[in-house]
């Protein structure tokens, strides 16, 4: 399945808006929304198992 650009954009949108709740002072290697897809897609494909 293949999404449109303006699904993404959405998704991106959405998903942008979520606080980030670690210290902002501090080193963060890693973006909350990747950080969020990545466990969207473990959910989706059964990784939590």
Known sequence: MKLSEET?????????AIPD?????SYIRH????LVVIGRCSI???GYR
């Not at 709740?21 to 002072?25: I, L």
């Open 44 to 46: 989706i494909t059964g």
């Open 31 to 34: 973006k909350l929304i990747d």
């Open 8 to 16: 993404v954009r959405r998704m991106k949108e959405h998903l942008g």
């Open 21 to 25: 709740p670690r210290r902002q002072g």
